[in-house]
């Protein structure tokens, strides 16, 4: 890569070099659930189980499996997660506020952490004119969450994971502290250029649209998965903690031949000692407070500064 390349947001870290994460209680992970409440547009193209018609202007095929999410899955997603009494941590379309106030009123009730995640997922956070377009389009939507929630978000998560280089710094000017977009490590770590900005670990991999949608797992295979993820972060953890979420969408993980094994694998976490059940806010605080400062030091040893 040239000196004139662009480069991503974030140094090289390797894991062996980093101190050692304890997280609250000497957990050894630190889970979160990545609850996606999105709006769409009946008119344009998004997400679909069927691409034959997902160009057409209206789509009842997609559009209507997309919005059982709102008016069902959403519903007994929050069943479940009450009956566990697991926190979620939302990643929401500013629309949904407008849309579905019922949802963030039920949200609001329960204490959920709101992330920043656009305005819609029928248009990504891309081509922009200007800077001051972004800027503007990011302002009016962390206004429109902190007046539907109570609360100003912290955390940020494009659409499909959707972000420009300027996006960190406007979000720091904006009350934020940590992104999800960077699906590439167990931990938190600083982003450069923007101080006290952190990436928080969120997943492409354990996501229920790749895994359902792109590869058509089944329930028990996806429970499978999170088992074995969760497994493996657990062993891991012992020397050093790492943060596991699974990304998920009312419309897909809620459906009914697919619920029980998203509760099953809930389950299997929820049961272990040793684990933090806990918001990427919480994360995101606990890393800022207790490693930000050394990891930040130990980047500038690495590079000689």
Not at 133 to 157: H, I, N, S, V
């Amino acid at each position: 890569m040239s000196d004139s390349s662009p480069r991503p947001p974030f140094a090289y870290t390797p894991l062996p070099e980093r101190e050692p994460i304890r997280w609250p209680g000497d957990a050894r992970v630190a889970f979160y659930v990545g609850l996606n409440i999105e709006h769409y547009h009946v008119d344009a193209p998004a997400t679909s189980i069927f691409p034959g018609t997902a160009a057409l202007k209206p789509d009842p095929l997609n559009y209507g499996w997309r919005d059982y999410g709102p008016r069902v899955g959403i519903w007994r997603m929050i069943e479940l997660l009450d009956r566990l009494e697991m926190p979620a941590s939302v990643l929401l379309n500013s629309e949904v506020c407008v849309e579905n106030p019922e949802i963030v009123a039920a949200g609001v009730e329960r204490d959920w952490a709101w992330l920043a995640h656009g305005h819609t997922n029928s248009r990504l956070h891309t081509g922009f004119e200007s800077p001051a377009e972004e800027a503007a389009a990011l302002g009016e939507m962390f206004d429109q969450l902190e007046q539907a929630t109570g609360t100003r978000p912290r955390g940020w998560l494009g659409p499909a994971l959707t972000e420009t280089f300027e996006t960190p710094g406007f979000l720091a000017g904006l009350g934020g502290s940590y992104v999800l977009d960077w699906c590439n490590d167990d931990q938190p770590y600083p982003l450069l250029g923007q101080d006290r900005m952190i990436s928080v670990p969120y997943s492409i991999e354990l996501n229920d649209i790749p895994l359902f949608v792109g590869k058509s797992f089944t329930g028990p295979q996806f429970r499978e998965m999170i088992v074995d993820w969760f497994d493996q972060l657990y062993k891991d953890g012992e020397s050093t903690g790492r943060v596991m979420t699974i990304a998920l969408h009312p419309f897909i993980a809620n459906q009914p031949s697919r619920h029980r094994y998203l509760e099953e694998a809930l389950e299997h976490i929820a049961g272990h000692d040793g684990v933090w059940l806990t918001t990427s806010d919480a994360i995101a605080d606990h890393y800022l407070e207790h490693y930000y400062d050394g990891a930040v030091a130990a980047l500038a040893q690495r590079n000689g500064a």
